[in-house]
């Protein structure tokens, strides 16, 4: 697989820090796949993921010592973001390795 960003350096900007990016599964309700909202569109605009990189990976999530419920191990995953609609381009990770419960909004 190619480096995420051509290998250039990426992070996510202001533009979906701070709890502005948004996601959801679709409406169907048989299904689960999870898609991420454009920050800048009016209502609920799916972004395309253009690529995505396995930024790491532990073989023992750092948090299993807190918790009765393991987690198989450790991860971060990193997504470039693309909205068909307004052209806003972004990048966001997701993990297992950083909080892990609690309200958003006090992290
Ligand atoms: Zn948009």
Request: charged share 20%.
């Amino acid at each position: 697989m190619a480096l995420l960003n051509q290998g250039q350096p990426y992070h996510g900007s202001t533009n979906i820090a701070g709890g502005k990016l948004k996601g959801s599964t679709n409406f169907s309700p048989l299904s689960d796949y999870f898609y991420f909202l454009c920050p800048n569109c009016d209502g609920k605009e799916i972004m395309r993921i253009l690529d995505y990189e396995v930024r790491s990976h532990q073989a023992e999530n750092v948090y299993n010592q807190f918790y009765a419920r393991k987690a198989l191990n450790g991860f971060v995953l990193a997504f470039h973001l693309f909205c068909e609609k307004c052209q806003c381009e972004d990048f966001v990770k997701i993990t297992n390795t950083v909080w892990q419960q609690g309200n958003i909004e006090d992290t």
